[in-house]
């Protein structure tokens, strides 16, 4: 990527030294890239162009303040799961009229939060968060704006990719319970219809997936018009894949183009497209940078011990992830070797990737690429482990964006009897 690349042999984020900033900062690292950020925006704004489409960054994905406020202060909204992630836009100052509150378990002081804040539409992803959320509304004296989450129902077999738009999972409405469930909706006196929500999965590389959800909305639109339900916009979700290893991502251009041609052909050119990217947005605006701390030969397999560990890059044990690897100051004068880059972690599911040729000695200092999404939002403490420190780079300078936690830190909150 243009915004992490070689310079004078060591590995660089923009402007600055990887090696200097590990050095400086200490390892586990995140580093994020503010211009790789700006870019990956600025693929959406292309695909845009003159269109009506909100993009409601899915802060899942990386929820530091200081990536959020970068999006705040592009224009762009949230999509947002809980009222701690509200707060979080509203401390950035991010517009409340552009976010969208997604996820299943919604629970009514949330729901009373972002009624107060004002947020742009709930997709309701059941018919009893339906009446929970009205009652909630009217007796704020509101009434709560609202998409149903539909499950489309995508068929996995033509499109093999992580669904969450399947018939047998925890989210959203079947598509044949809508056309009810918009009546329910429609019927309740803390309930405004806006639109309508899809959100069919994630790291999809494919239009076809999209385009076949997109399909099933519209129908479902020509039969709300027919109940005398209007939606005022499409929410087609996130779910926009990057590459990883030797994936084609999916460029908003792309998708959008296609997206645009379906919707004037039925007649709802005049909608606006909400989407919901996380992964696409951050992924490639990040690096894990950890330190080697041994190299294990075995009889059956090279370990490079590192400093980094599950806890704080979950996705490799838990999905079988790949992410790339980088020697940040690659060695001319070390034969390379395959090895299994393993944390300090007790469980033998502590790994961050497998097989890798490098050529490396102790104290050198790797990147784990594409680790800007789903990297330091699902960090843990495990093993009393402080979570590593995240930095991010603006040209030729650096900002700590979030300080390394203490031990102290970690059992503050605890106890003992006495
Ligand atoms: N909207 C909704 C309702 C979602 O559930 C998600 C992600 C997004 C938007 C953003 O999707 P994206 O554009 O990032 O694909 N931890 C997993 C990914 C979980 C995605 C959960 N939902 C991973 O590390 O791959």
């Known amino acids: 990527s243009p915004h992490f690349a070689y310079r004078d042999g060591i590995l660089h984020a923009e402007g600055v030294s990887v090696a200097q900033l590990a050095d400086r900062l200490g390892t586990p690292l995140y580093i994020y890239s503010r211009a790789a950020l700006h870019a990956a925006y600025d693929a959406y704004r292309q695909g845009i162009g003159e269109r009506d489409v909100l993009v409601c960054y899915g802060m ?4 530091n303040l200081a990536v959020l406020r970068e999006f705040a202060r592009m224009g762009s ?5 809980s009222a701690g992630e509200l707060q979080r836009v509203l401390a950035v100052g991010g517009d409340p009229g552009k ?3 997604s996820g299943v378990g919604k629970q009514a002081a949330e729901m009373r939060l972002a009624l107060e804040a004002g947020v742009k539409c709930f997709n309701v992803e059941s018919v009893a968060e339906l009446h929970r959320l009205s009652s909630v509304a009217h007796a704020m004296g509101k009434r709560a704006p609202v998409s149903l989450r ?15 738009g399947l018939k047998e999972n925890k989210f959203g409405i079947a598509i044949e319970e809508a056309p009810a469930a918009y009546r329910t909706a429609a019927s309740l006196p803390g309930i405004q219809v806006v639109g309508v929500d899809c959100h069919i999965g994630s790291q999809i590389t494919e239009t076809a997936p999209f385009l076949d959800a997109l399909d099933k909305l519209l129908d479902l639109l020509d039969v709300l018009a027919a109940d005398g339900i209007r939606v005022e916009h499409l929410d087609l979700g996130g779910g926009l894949g990057i590459r ?3 994936e084609t991502a999916l460029a908003p251009k792309t998708l959008l183009s296609r997206v645009f041609e379906r919707i004037d052909a039925r007649g709802y050119g005049s909608r606006q497209i909400v989407l919901e990217p996380g992964r696409s947005l951050v992924g490639n605006a990040g690096l894990l940078v950890t330190r080697v701390e041994y190299l294990k030969p075995t009889d059956a397999k090279n370990f490079l011990i590192v400093d980094a560990a599950m806890n704080d890059l979950i996705r490799p044990t838990l999905y079988e992830a790949y992410h790339g690897v980088l020697a940040v100051r690659p060695r001319a004068d070390e034969a390379a070797a395959l090895y299994d880059v393993v944390g300090p972690v007790c469980e033998s599911g502590d790994w ?15 990147a784990i690429e594409s680790a800007g999404a789903y990297g330091m939002v699902m960090a843990s403490n495990y093993n009393t482990r402080p979570r590593a420190a995240e930095v991010m780079v603006d040209g030729g300078s650096y900002h700590v964006v979030r300080a390394r936690e203490t031990v102290e830190q970690l059992f503050a909150l605890e106890s003992t009897l006495g």
């Open 244 to 246: 990883y290893s030797d």
């Open 352 to 366: 961050l990737a497998k097989d890798r040729s490098l050529a490396v000695r102790e104290g050198d200092y790797l």
């Open 60 to 63: 899942k994905a990386n929820s």
């Open 77 to 81: 909204g949230f999509d947002i799961v």
């Open 150 to 164: 539909v499950n489309p129902d995508v068929d996995p077999k033509t499109h093999p990719y992580i669904s969450t």
């Open 99 to 101: 976010v969208v509150f």
